[in-house]
């Protein structure tokens, strides 16, 4: 069972266009994440919700937009695609309880390629 | 701010030898510390946590970090280097308060050769 589910893997778009990243977690846990990979895998957080509230949100392009329709899934949208936007996003989740000692659980991430 | 150096771009070792890949870090509070694994096109696969209590922390496929506070670092470390331990290894810390985020290292290369 797949404990942390993105869906697609890879994603080839040109720039301009408006998609969508889907993430689920079958884990039970109350905070996901949204994490960016350069291509000089650096990683770095844009967005976390905890119970479906907004914690984290990164100085990022207001043309991210992460949607949370229930604890299990958080999705992300993104509108008009730039080149720079090409890199590997990776969805991630915990159950913190009101504390961050809990480890994160990624998913598999995304490939987004803008052409 | 919270930040993470991971000083090596790049450890390599003989297999069958010792392994240390290297983390310093820096946070107001107390540290949550932790070591992921990313192998070629896969997503970050937790190794080992250090919350309180011993300073040796074991973890998966048999490394193991220890906490050292006065030099604020979190080294991982395996007795025994595997071929297959090859990858990119990330050091990251994180707060302690619900929501927030990992804060990791720019990565480290581990190149185990036969």
Not at chain 1, 60 to 66: E, I, Q
Not at chain 2, 26 to 40: A, D, K, M, T
């Amino acid at each position: 069972d797949t404990a942390v589910s993105q869906t697609p893997k890879y994603l080839v778009t040109q720039m301009g266009n408006d998609k969508s990243i889907k993430c689920e977690q079958n884990l039970g846990h109350d905070t996901m994440y949204w994490y960016k990979q350069d291509s000089k895998k650096f990683l770095k957080i844009m967005f976390s919700y905890n119970n479906k509230e907004l914690i984290i949100n990164e100085t990022v392009p207001n043309r991210f937009s992460p949607k949370s329709p229930d604890k299990a899934h958080l999705n992300l949208h993104i509108n008009s695609l730039e080149l720079g936007d090409s890199a590997v996003y990776f969805c991630a989740s915990s159950q913190d309880v009101g504390s961050g000692r809990e480890t994160q659980y990624f998913g598999p991430g995304t490939r987004l390629l803008v052409l | 701010a919270q930040s993470v150096a991971q000083p090596e771009d790049q450890v390599n070792v003989a297999e069958g030898n010792p392994l240390t890949v290297k983390c310093t870090y820096s946070v107001s509070g107390n540290p949550y510390l932790f070591w992921y694994v990313q192998y070629p096109n896969r997503g970050l696969q937790f190794l080992l946590k250090y919350i309180t209590g011993d300073n040796l922390v074991k973890g998966s496929y048999g490394f193991e970090a220890e906490f050292n506070k006065s030099q604020t670092s979190f080294h991982l470390k395996k007795p025994s280097a595997l071929v297959s331990d090859s990858a990119l290894y990330f050091c990251a810390v994180r707060a302690d308060q619900a929501g927030t985020a990992l804060i990791f290292g720019k990565g480290t290369t581990l190149s185990v050769s036969s």
